[in-house]
């Protein structure tokens, strides 16, 4: 039969090896999964992941996989996959790609619970495991590189439940080495099991998106190992007849090359950026632009007194969903662009106790808020690789202070140090582990390609 972009993408998850898999590939994604599972295992304090493992504990199903930083409690693989996609992404403290995506949260959750759900003699072995996480990561990638409205920060509908749920469907056809057939039906049916709506941003419904995407990917490979099919052209432009096409406006798909020597993951092309605090990835450049103007008005008065401060400018981008001057949850908190930059600019940092009922409602806080004006210049586009942060500060004595931050620590293009990545793991596991576990997560991530059995992890 003619290939297809379907067919393609389902022979490249069947044929990809592990000497596909190049050093700095494997150096990044041990990065991301050590980093995704430190925000998970943190994830797991907050209220929103205690109402979704609520809910999963309501099935009396085979409980045979593991919960974020709950040792004495298991649930069946795929609703483990559920709750710990959730606890991922319960603060918006993951990793993020460009095109603006999830990427981590929607497979690794998958991967673990199928890594355990497996029976002893057919565990995956660590190189299994870390091949089958960067095929979910391709998938994601390639897939949004169809088309161009993927390139900005998203209206319509949230990328981790569009590409998320195909990544974690590729992933764990990998995981459970799936026939070429049945990859590309398990894409089909996480087709079918994919979408969510921008509007429900700053929402504790948001956390379920990553959730969500990992444990009906998880699911669709499940189905097509069973012998359920899809469209054989899920992936395809037909005229007249969406398939994956029906979540973007502009696609123009293109088959995956079949891997070899010398096949480039886009990992390779491309870091992640790992986020030093829990909020939203737009919020990163107002905060380290703040941070910077910040500075200077401590230099030019001697310390940060706010009421020398006639008005504050915010030059961001058009997003009106993380465009909230006055948030009054966690939830729109971590996604407004005038609060991180009034707390950056009144506390001297962005953290996980930032975004407390107690921070958010502070009234030397709302003082601030209440000086912001927000511009949006047309050089500074909704998109990740291209826009950037300006706070100004405009003072009653006539004079203005700027700080601009195009690139913010931890971008891909200026990426976390080791010592940062170990140091936010290290922090955000100490909630829920003691710290001889904390550190043999570290080196187990760091030598998964000799891990013998990946449900160990």
Known sequence: PEETVTSSFASFIYAVQPEHLSKTVRHRSKRMILDSIGVG??????????????????????????VYGKPGIKLSPTLAAFTNGVATHSM??????????????????????????????????????????????????????????????????????????????????????????????????????????MANA???????????????????????ARGMEANPLILDDIAGCSGFSAFYSVYQPKPLSTPSDNHEFLLEKQDIAFKRFPAHLGMHWVVDAALSVRNLFINYAGSFSPSLIRTIVLKIPVSKYINRPFPSSEHQARHSFQFNACTALLDGEVGLSSFTESSIHRQELRELLDKVVVEHPED?????????????????????????????YGHWRKPLSKESLLKKFRSNASHVLPEEKIETIITMVDNLENLSDSSQL
Request: aromatic share 8%; charged share 10%; proline share 6%.
């Open 41 to 66: 295992l943190v994830g797991s304090t907050t209220h929103v992941f205690d109402i979704a493992l609520q809910y999963c504990r309501l099935y009396s199903s085979v409980a045979v996989s593991s």
């Open 92 to 197: 918006d403290f993951d990793d993020t790609w460009h095109p603006a995506t999830h990427p981590s949260g929607a497979v690794l959750p998958a991967l673990l619970a199928a890594s355990q759900m497996l029976p002893p003699g057919a565990k995956p072995n660590g190189m299994d495991f870390l091949l089958a996480f960067n095929v979910g990561l391709e998938v994601q990638g390639r897939l949004m590189h169809f088309s161009t409205e993927a390139h900005n920060i998203p209206k319509r509908f949230h990328p981790p439940l569009v590409v998320g749920t195909m990544g974690s469907a590729a992933a764990t056809a990998k995981l459970l080495s799936l026939s070429t057939a049945q990859c590309a039906h398990a894409l089909g049916i996480a087709a079918s099991l994919a979408g969510a709506p």
């Open 202 to 224: 700053a929402t504790q419904a948001k956390p379920l998106h990553i959730g969500n995407a990992t444990r009906l990917g998880f699911e669709a490979a499940l189905l097509a």
């Open 380 to 408: 500074n586009v909704a998109n990740f690789d291209k826009m950037y942060g300006e706070v100004a500060l405009l003072l009653h004595s006539g004079d203005v202070l700027t700080g601009k931050c195009d690139t913010f």
